[in-house]
């Protein structure tokens, strides 16, 4: 793995930028790198307010602007409400991330419908929610939209049916944004994570871990610093011709042959 070094970001001062479920572990990293380049961020949360507003107080210390507010992005007229806070506290609203998401396991035989449908309402039709309200307000300006998907949208993984469904159907979503939204000067990208590594994971999953590990070309577990950096460049001047293409993040796991 090639060690880090700092190198700098795109400079996104002047930039609104909006991070849904900035209250968890890959969303904070996104917020926090948004930041990092200049852009103030709206600190979305469901429940994790406490979370979202350390994360905005942390943000705030190191000279950058955040506020925190709060949606269930399974109901769209929250999503609305939502990219509104954008536009009334800083004016505009230039790039949305979509990292909200739920992620349970439950195996395809006896898998209930409701826990198909909790799984597709808040991936997929949050998404869908997300991007509709995003680009209402973004209309007549432009800007761009990067949605969190996973590599389990083009892989499948046991245990995840309802989930990989979810993150097939965001990228398409994507896709068809990028082709619906292009005139507008909106772009849609996703980013599709790998398996990105939070405390107390290698404890709770020390199989899954090592497989990835001695699976993976890059041969580590990702941090939300890099799908954080993935949606810094997305949301940048510099990807001004990227729209519909789905970023992947994953240490190379992709590229492991099936066979
Ligand atoms: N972790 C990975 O290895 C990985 C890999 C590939 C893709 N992903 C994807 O990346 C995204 C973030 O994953 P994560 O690991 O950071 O998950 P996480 O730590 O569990 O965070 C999930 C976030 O989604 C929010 N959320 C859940 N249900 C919501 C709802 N109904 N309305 C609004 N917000 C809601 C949560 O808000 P509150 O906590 O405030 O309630 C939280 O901020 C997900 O889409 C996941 O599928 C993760």
């Given at each position: 793995m090639p060690p880090r070094q700092d190198c700098g970001l795109p400079d996104l001062s002047g930039t609104v930028g909006l991070v849904t479920g900035a209250s968890g572990g890959i969303g904070s990293g996104v917020a926090a790198r948004l930041a990092a380049a200049g852009a103030a961020v709206i600190v979305h949360h469901h429940r994790g307010a406490d979370r979202a507003a350390a994360l905005a107080a942390a943000i705030a210390d190191r000279g950058g602007q955040a506020v925190t507010a709060t949606a269930d992005l399974t109901r769209p007229e929250e999503c609305a409400a939502l990219m509104a806070v954008a536009v009334e506290r800083y004016g505009r609203l230039d790039a949305v991330v979509a990292a909200a998401g739920v992620q349970p396991v439950a195996a395809?035989?006896?898998?209930?419908v409701e826990a198909w449908r909790e799984v597709l309402d808040t991936n997929a039709t949050g998404a869908f929610a997300t991007v509709q309200a995003a680009a209402t307000v973004m209309t007549g300006h432009g800007g761009s939209i990067t949605l969190i998907a996973s590599v389990e949208g083009t892989r499948p993984a046991g245990g995840h049916a309802h989930y990989c469904a979810s993150k097939a159907a965001t990228i398409m979503l994507a896709r068809s944004a990028a082709l619906e939204y292009g005139g507008a000067g909106i772009r849609v990208n996703t980013v599709s994570p790998g398996l990105i590594d939070r405390p107390g994971l290698t404890q709770d999953w020390p199989d899954g871990v090592q497989s990835w590990e001695r699976a993976a070309p890059l041969g580590t577990l990702g941090e939300s610093r890099d799908v954080g950096d993935a949606c810094v460049f997305l949301a940048s001047?510099?990807?001004?011709?990227?729209?519909g293409h789905d970023l992947v993040v994953d240490g190379g796991m992709s590229a492991v042959p099936a066979w």
């Open positions: 395809l035989p006896g898998m209930s001047p510099m990807a001004r011709w990227i729209t």
